[in-house]
């Protein structure tokens, strides 16, 4: 079991940059690590994700303007994002797997953050 808490969320103008963070509860280094938001009236999406090697993958909405990295400590997983735009207003979330490839499909996803909100506004 692994808990997975999120924070950075919030308000911020087109343009903007937000660094979400997601801190376990465990050493995570043996975890495919990724990043899920879900719009309102929407389904949630795979974000970003890095395995235990480094290997990453990103939905095409976001490529160039995000970024997904884990700590060397590997208890924790960031999501630096630049030129948000409106639609990226979500709630995002943070998940974990154990082993395995990167994953934008959150049904291979076993362990879930509770998410954080956010809001860019045009």
């Known amino acids: 079991q692994v808990q997975l808490v999120e924070s950075g969320g919030g308000s911020v103008q087109a343009g903007g940059s937000l660094r979400l963070s997601c801190a376990a509860s465990?050493?995570?280094?043996?975890?495919?690590m990724g990043w899920f938001r879900q719009a309102p009236g929407k389904e949630r999406e795979g974000v970003a994700t890095?395995?235990?090697?480094?290997?990453?993958s990103y939905t095409d909405s976001v490529k160039g303007r995000f970024t997904i990295s884990r700590d060397k400590a590997d208890t924790s997983v960031y999501l630096q994002m630049n030129s948000l735009n409106p639609e990226d207003t979500a709630i995002y979330y943070c998940?974990?797997?154990?082993?395995?490839?990167?994953?934008?499909?959150?049904?291979?996803?076993?362990?879930w953050g509770q998410g954080t909100q956010v809001t860019v506004s045009s």
């Open positions: 998940a974990a797997k154990w082993v395995g490839s990167p994953s934008l499909y959150d049904d291979d996803y076993n362990y």
């Open positions: 890095i395995d235990s090697y480094g290997s990453l």
């Open positions: 465990k050493y995570i280094y043996r975890y495919c």
